[in-house]
Nanobody
Framework: QVQLLESGGGLVQPGGSLRLSCAAS????????MGWYRQAPGKQRELVAT???????NIADSVKGRFTISRDNDKNTVYLQMNSLKSEDTAVYFC????????????WGQGTQVTVSS
């Protein structure tokens, strides 16, 4: 069974930085994509950024230039470096892992809270 373990959330002032990490364990197929989604109170979950194990990235316009996604394939770990944080970045951030080999597989982490406030 695949499990995703997130870390790195917390409280930060506007303009500050945080780095989220998500480590996947279990049997993982390739090719796959890992990424981050977020959900603010009263809003739908939205894409933040994804990255395939081949290095292809997809980043939401709202965070382009401020957030960077990367991964270590040997460790099955994805990172989200968040700079120049704004109050509107406040949300629960969820890690996601998907692949299509042998049928569609979609896994989620438990979420980590990011709060941007002075």
């Amino acid at each position: 069974q695949v499990q995703l373990l997130e870390s790195g959330g917390g409280l930060v002032q506007p303009g500050g930085s945080l780095r989220l990490s998500c480590a996947a364990s279990g049997t993982i197929a390739s090719p796959n994509a890992m990424g981050w989604y977020r959900q603010a109170p009263g809003k739908q979950r939205e894409l933040v950024a994804t990255i395939t194990d081949g290095g292809y990235t997809n980043i939401a316009d709202s965070v382009k230039g401020r957030f960077t996604i990367s991964r270590d394939n040997d460790k099955n770990t994805v990172y989200l470096q968040m700079n120049s944080l704004k109050s509107e970045d406040t949300a629960v951030y969820f890690c996601n892992l998907v692949w299509a080999q042998g049928g569609y597989h979609d896994f989620w982490g438990q979420g980590t809270q990011v709060t941007v406030s002075s």
